[in-house]
Structures are given as C-alpha cells and as structure tokens.
C-alpha cells in the first residue's frame, strides 16, 4: 500500500508540486504519523517550496530555518 501512495505522491507532485500539501491532507497523513494538522501543514508547506522546479525560487537552508516550524528547535 505504502508504494502505491508513494508512486501518486510522485505523480502528482511531478505535475504540480503546490498541490502536495493537498495531498498531505487528502492521505490524512496526521492521523497515520500521530501530528496535528497543523503539523502537516506546516511541514507539507516547507516540502512543496522545496520542491519548486525553479531552483531560483527554491528557499536556501538559512530561509527554511526561518520557518515557524523550527522556532522550538534548538
């Protein structure tokens, strides 16, 4: 089952990486891995601009580290 889910994951990213976060929640990814939605957002938000297929526009380590998601990580 998991490659299955990994081979539409592919897909549909391959065609429009923006719409992975839709996917995230689609999958109900929160309730498998035991996270808040809000979890899952913020991490499908951080892998989707990632993800973009211009690297110009692809954030850089010190702008990821930026993200809210990371405000507790020491």
């Known amino acids: ?3 299955l889910l990994l081979g539409l994951l592919r ?3 391959a065609h429009d990486p923006s719409s992975l ?3 995230i929640k689609e999958c109900n990814v929160s309730l498998e ?3 808040s939605d809000e979890t899952v957002d913020s991490i499908g938000g951080i892998i989707t601009r990632c993800l973009r297929l211009d690297p110009a526009k692809r954030p850089t380590a010190q702008e990821l ?3 809210p998601f990371f405000d507790d990580v020491d």
Do not use: E, I, T
């Open 21 to 23: 976060g839709l996917w």
């Open 65 to 67: 580290l930026k993200d």
């Open 11 to 13: 897909s549909a990213v």
């Open 1 to 3: 089952m998991s490659a």
């Open 33 to 35: 891995l035991g996270m």
